[in-house]
């Protein structure tokens, strides 16, 4: 089970910290993945990271803006997004799957289990 906090309304230039906090003994063996999926759009990929944490993925959007990082003594994992623009305002999930191919890591369709969500809304 994952459960994504955190979101909120801020402007532009702002930052916000995500957390996504996951149950169960397996953490350190998953993948992770945070998605977001604005109004009339399809959901898309953010950031995604190896199981063992020595692996990222970004899409081309928010690189050098967005960082993710995982705790996996806690079972967390984090999205640091700041230089935020109207255009991040979405739905942020986090999701996670077994290991991956890498080549599988920015792929929608490679995470078996989701968050509920959280919204973000960046003003200009």
């Known amino acids: 089970q994952l459960q994504a906090s955190g979101g909120g309304l801020v402007q532009a230039g702002g930052s916000l910290r995500l957390s996504c906090a996951a149950s169960?003994?397996?953490?350190?063996?998953?993948?992770m993945a945070w998605l977001r999926q604005a109004p009339g759009k399809e959901r898309e990929f953010v950031a995604a990271?190896?199981?063992?944490?020595?692996?990222?993925r970004y899409a081309d959007s928010v690189k050098g803006r967005f960082t993710i990082s995982r705790d996996n003594a806690k079972n967390m994992v984090y999205l640091q997004m700041n230089s935020l623009t109207p255009d991040d305002t979405a739905v942020y999930y986090c999701?996670?799957?077994?290991?991956?191919?890498?080549?599988?890591?920015?792929?929608?369709?490679?995470?078996?289990?989701w968050g509920q969500g959280t919204l973000v809304t960046v003003s200009s």
């Open positions: 999701a996670s799957t077994p290991r991956v191919a890498l080549s599988g890591l920015e792929a929608a369709s490679s995470y078996y289990y």
């Open positions: 169960g003994r397996s953490f350190r063996d998953w993948d």
């Open positions: 990271m190896r199981y063992s944490g020595g692996t990222t």
